[in-house]
């Protein structure tokens, strides 16, 4: 039984060796935090104890297992909000402690590089981006269950450039999948700045490109110009995917894998997965699927599925830690 | 009936195991807020010494706040999955009620008082008959000047017992109801499980625990200015489930 709670999403699934799916079921608060503009950590916190005790119920009912069918209870202890994560946190650990079961942290982010794991086996070395609203993220897996960060961004992540940027263009949060299909429809015509794409590193900036995108946006609102919006949507989505195919295939090149791997909310967008798939020919593009690309418990429970082989348990101390992440890998850091 | 019952709601956490009159383990810090980390260890740690199973337990009884929200959350998510899962019995608790507890002064009136900055405070009003605390005004989050006018007005010259966070208060207290009230300290100044538990005893558990959810008494801000844009749309339920 896996518990994910990191954000905006309630969500409890039941795993069956870490890549069958017997439930999955998801809260989302997604109607709640447009009203606002954008995720309210206590408006999230609120509604995570609202639904935890539901989505436990469902997720045994639509699997149609006991507690006695259980091996493990895992949970997404950070990175995240802390008051969201610890709903899940606390929630998993008296269901552990209740029926004694061992107990599974685990990082958000390796859980969504495990979703590729309900399309095939992960073959290691691999490679992950891992693109979403909160993180944008190269991580090399020399082997199972060992995570490195090669290269993140420096300031806002993707998925957060195109919330901001959708914001500009009066779509209602998150904007992403509609500046995606607005994207589809429309040509890059602006040529947006590709950030850090000739930098000797494996790094991101989105911060830019959403200033120039804000500037151009503006200006042509002061001199009454009218800008096609599919347009500004293709030019911005074009110098997003631009960047991330580019620092992909750099990485790909000094570290040769088995398997890349696309996951994350922002995995979910046609045009990454399009230019991904156009320009990876020499490795095997693992996505995760459409479904599991946002944040869920079944990926949860996919990555904890390899910790359990490796006896990674934590005892009924566990804490949320909202700024975890994976160690650098040496000599990445140029 | 064992009862399990815990208070997390401010700064103290205090954590009991109660058989029927009979007080088999009880556990309270002060010098830490690290209810996350701390509370379940406890738990475990008292059920444990008590050679029991979690499944021994018959009912829960929590204090639900109001609190710190972080606070009130974690042990109202304790009790609520404890209860869930071991399909038990319930009980929320008032946490200033939790606090009115300590005074066991038959006919007495007891104001139990979080401080919420900037003048402001989670309080109520109770009287104790017999041996229990009755609210007689209702719990809320409120500025204390104005909290402070309504008692004068409504109790004026009945003795107060006072409880909680009083001390910033009691300049306001003194000059609005004069010296008419007495302060509990000490150990009688910190929520206890233990009476948690007894009194917790003689509530009925809820009837629908995945409805159960802490006591804040206040909304958050953007939810509160968001309603006053939109009054038509308040009590409309906007978390979507998928399966």
Not at chain 2, 107 to 135: C, E, H, K
Request: hydrophobic share 40%; charged share 25%; glycine share 6%.
């Amino acid at each position: 039984m896996s518990f994910e709670s990191s954000c905006d999403e309630t969500s409890v699934a039941i795993i069956e060796d870490g890549n069958k799916i017997l439930s999955n079921i998801v809260a989302t608060q997604i109607n709640s935090h447009k009203r606002f503009g954008g995720v309210v950590p206590e408006v999230a916190s609120r509604h995570h104890i609202e639904e935890i005790t539901i989505c436990i119920g469902d997720a045994m009912k639509k699997a149609n297992v006991t507690y006695d069918d259980l091996t493990a209870v895992a949970v997404t202890y950070g990175p995240g909000l802390v008051g969201a994560l610890l709903i899940g946190v606390t929630a998993a650990k008296a269901v552990a402690w209740a029926h004694n079961l061992p107990l599974i942290p685990v990082n958000h982010i390796a859980g969504h590089i495990s979703a590729a794991a309900f399309v095939k086996p992960i073959e290691y070395p691999a490679l992950a981006l891992v693109v979403s609203g909160g993180h944008t993220e190269l991580v090399l897996m020399p082997e199972e269950g060992e995570f490195k960060i090669i290269g993140e961004t420096r300031d806002d992540a993707a998925g957060e450039a195109y919330d901001k940027v959708g914001r500009v263009l009066g779509l209602s949060y998150p904007a992403g999948p509609v500046v995606d299909e607005m994207a589809a429809d429309g040509k890059d015509t602006f040529n947006f700045p590709r950030a850090m794409e000739k930098d000797d590193n494996y790094d991101f900036s989105f911060s830019g490109l959403k200033s120039a995108f804000i500037n151009t946006v503006h200006h042509a609102d002061q001199v009454n110009e009218t800008l096609d919006k599919n347009d500004l949507a293709a030019s911005f989505q074009s110098a997003v995917v631009d960047v991330l195919v580019d620092k992909t295939l750099k990485a790909l090149k000094e570290f040769p894998v088995k398997q890349l791997i696309l996951a994350g909310g922002v995995a979910a967008n046609k045009g990454l997965r399009n230019a991904l798939e156009n320009s990876i020919k020499q490795t095997e593009l693992v996505k995760a699927p459409i479904k599991l690309c946002g944040d869920n418990a079944a990926m949860i429970g996919a990555a904890a599925y390899v910790l359990n082989k490796k006896h990674k348990y934590a005892g009924t101390e566990l804490n949320a830690d909202p700024s975890l992440e994976f160690d650098w890998l040496e000599d990445a850091e140029k | 009936m064992k009862v399990l019952a815990l208070d997390t709601s401010n700064r103290p956490l205090t954590v009991a195991i109660v058989e029927d009159n009979q007080i088999l383990a009880t556990e309270t810090t002060t010098v830490h807020q690290k209810h996350a980390e701390f509370l379940m260890p406890v738990i475990e740690d008292m059920f444990n010494k008590c050679d029991l199973k979690p499944n021994d337990i018959d009912r829960i009884v929590v204090s639900s706040g109001p609190g710190s929200y972080t606070g009130i959350r974690i042990a109202t998510a304790t009790a609520k999955t404890l209860a869930f899962t071991l399909n038990k019995e319930l009980v929320g608790v008032s946490s200033l009620c939790t606090l009115a507890l300590n005074c066991e002064q038959e006919n007495m009136l007891v104001m139990p008082i979080f401080n919420a900055r900037n003048n402001n405070a989670f309080t109520g009003l109770y009287r104790i008959v017999d041996g229990q605390p009755v609210s007689m005004i209702e719990d809320c989050h409120t500025d204390f000047d104005q909290w402070l006018d309504r008692i004068k007005h409504n109790f004026d010259n009945e003795q107060i017992c006072l409880v909680g966070d009083y001390s910033v208060f009691l300049d306001e207290i003194t000059e609005k109801l004069g010296k008419n009230f007495y302060e509990l300290k000490f150990d009688n100044n910190l929520p206890k499980a233990v009476k948690l538990a007894k009194y917790g005893q003689t509530l009925s558990p809820v009837d629908n625990i995945d409805n159960f959810v802490p006591r804040y008494l206040r909304l958050t801000k953007a939810e509160s200015d968001w309603q006053k844009l939109h009054p038509e749309e308040v009590n409309q339920s906007y978390v979507q489930k998928n399966d």
